[in-house]
């Protein structure tokens, strides 16, 4: 069974540019995570999906960023307009719902994101 | 609010050799913890858990960790490393009760092993 998808793999913007991730999730999985990585920190959530609603968006920088899960399965998050410091891994993880703290997150490769 | 602590960011080790890695967290509430281990160029993967029971946990490549909640303390151990172990490892906590999940992880751990 194919794993958390996400691309591009790579980005390599200018600042003030737009850009969007794309994250396809393991099939049935009903939560779906983004989350940011800064050069040696671990993850940090930035929204939470239960299908197509986002139930934890708190961490999530709205006047940059956005995130959809149009029918509850694929998603996007776009930055607009990209700063330097938006350089990062961007993850996305999914889960097997309802909501579980215990059930085990299945992260895709991310998408490392320079901004120049 | 929770936080995570690994107290090295990198560990070098010859293989063979016996390896810990450390993590402290910090949380009012009683929370789940979790190893997650990355290697180059791939996503996280979980490595293992604790939910409840038996405080020693095993993963089915050789590695322990015991949950210490006197200590607030759940280290990574194994006896015995091999090269193929090599990557960064990521100790992680989430709320046993709402935060739907959420993972609040530590800044990682690298762990290079070397012939």
């Known amino acids: 069974e194919a794993g958390v998808v996400q691309s591009p793999r790579y980005k390599i913007i200018e600042k003030k540019q737009p850009v969007a991730f794309w994250c396809n999730p393991i099939?049935?999985?009903?939560?779906l995570y983004w989350y940011l990585q800064n050069l040696g920190q671990g993850p940090e959530l930035l929204i939470r999906?239960?299908?197509?609603?986002?139930?934890?968006d708190s961490q999530l920088p709205k006047d940059r960023f956005s995130a959809e899960r149009l029918k509850g399965v694929d998603s996007t998050l776009k930055i607009q307009p990209a700063e330097l410091g938006d350089s990062a891994v961007y993850l996305c993880?999914?889960?097997?719902?309802?909501?579980?703290?215990?059930?085990?997150?299945?992260f895709g490769p991310g998408t490392r994101l320079t901004v120049l | 609010a929770q936080s995570v602590t690994q107290l090295d960011s990198q560990v070098p080790v010859f293989e063979e050799a016996p390896v810990e890695l450390r993590c402290n967290y910090s949380?009012?509430?009683?929370?789940?913890l979790f190893w997650y281990v990355q290697y180059p160029n791939q996503g996280l993967q979980l490595l293992l858990k604790?939910?409840?029971?038996?405080?020693l946990v095993k993963s089915i490549n050789g590695f322990e960790a015991e949950f210490n909640k006197s200590q607030t303390s759940f280290h990574l151990r194994k006896p015995s490393v091999h090269i193929s172990d090599t990557a960064e490892y990521f100790c992680a906590v989430s709320l046993i009760y709402n935060q739907g999940g959420k993972l609040i992880f530590g800044q990682g751990t690298e762990l290079s092993v070397k012939p």
């Open positions: 099939s049935g999985h009903n939560t």
């Open positions: 949380s009012s509430v009683s929370v789940y």
């Open positions: 999906y239960e299908n197509e609603e986002a139930v934890d």
């Open positions: 604790y939910l409840s029971g038996s405080t």
């Open positions: 993880a999914t889960t097997e719902g309802p909501l579980g703290s215990y059930n085990e997150q299945f």
